[in-house]
């Protein structure tokens, strides 16, 4: 019965009631045993209470209740979240010695870590390790590698994770694509990005709203818009809404090119639709307000963000100061900078 309290506890990130119990078992002599310590320190790694969770770990070797692989799995992604990858790492190894062995889920883990600190060399030998213990990297692991890799601008590198992939049996997924994809709208190679949205289909692996969303804000950035408005207008017609993230990125590109009008429609679209703007909306807006010099416009818009309560961002009230220090002699600026700065 305490474990079942206790395991509800944990999942609805009530760690501190949940310890309170393990507490009050302990006073009746109901002594915990290695589901209920497991259930409280996946918990509270999960709500980023690391130190307690290893304290737990070593309250369980001290009282003879022997941790699992799950115990050990749940505190070496915590760490790992935390960047702290050599603790991680030494966790592993206390876990080995005591017979526990590591499975496909703890090397993803660490490898996660790793490349996540740059650490490729040790990537590479952990993957090394994995394939002397006979552990196959399965979906999850590969696409790490994959996702590693696009982030730093190696699109071959991850190009030949996927062959592996291809080659070991595990076929690639759309998270696969989608990292692919963003990898090579980072390096600006968006002919490449188009023909992996062309691979998914053709492997009947059908691109969602992210999808879109990567390559519109790719075609954006290397200066695409009218690429990136037909992909952003044909959504509907693929039976998809985008979010209010492409609407953001939309709205962006068009202010970036001068397109004000258009960024304002789109604007006033999201207001009469599911898809409301947010405080990113609001900002991006405002600013191409700015860029345009129209200044009472902003103002409604600032006004009307702070009744949804929102607020400007850095970026924003960077650029006011900057109009300020820039066009001091312009009345309408000096007008609004002062309204801006009561």
Known sequence: MYNTIIDGLCKTSNTSMALKLLRKMEEIGCNPDVVTYTSIIDGLCKTSNTSMALKLLRKMEEIGCRPNIVTYSSIIDSLCKERRVDH??????????????????????????????????????????????????????????????????????????????????????????????????????????????????????????????????????????????????????????????????????????????????????????????????????IRGSLLNKRYEEAAVLIENMRARKFSEDASTRSMVLDLLSKEEQDPSVLAFCKWFLE
């Not at 954006?220 to 818009?225: A, E, F, I, S």
Request: proline content about 4%; aromatic content about 6%; some cysteine.
């Open 88 to 285: 991680a790492l030494v966790l592993v190894s206390e876990m080995t010695d005591k017979g526990i062995s590591p499975n496909v889920i703890t090397y993803s883990t660490l490898l996660q870590g790793l490349c996540s600190s740059g650490r490729w060399e040790d990537t590479e030998s952990l993957l090394t390790e994995m394939g002397v213990r006979k552990i196959s990297p399965n979906l999850h692991t590969y696409n790490i590698l994959v996702d590693a890799y696009c982030k730093e601008g190696r699109t071959t590198d991850a190009e030949d994770v996927i062959e592996i992939m291809i080659q070991k049996g595990v076929p690639p997924d759309s998270i696969t694509y989608n990292a692919l994809m963003d990898g090579y709208c980072l390096t600006g190679k968006m002919d490449r990005a188009l023909e992996v949205l062309n691979t998914m289909r053709s492997n009947e692996i059908w691109p969602d709203c992210y999808s879109y969303t990567i390559l519109i804000d790719g075609l954006c950035k290397n200066k695409k818009l009218d690429e990136a408005r037909n992909i952003f207008d044909k959504l509907a017609s693929r039976g998809l809404q985008p979010g209010v993230i492409a609407h953001n990125i939309m709205i962006r590109g068009l202010c970036q090119e001068g397109l004000f009008e258009d960024a304002k429609e789109l604007f006033s679209k999201m207001e009469t639709s599911i898809c409301l703007p947010d405080d990113v909306t609001y900002n991006t807006i």
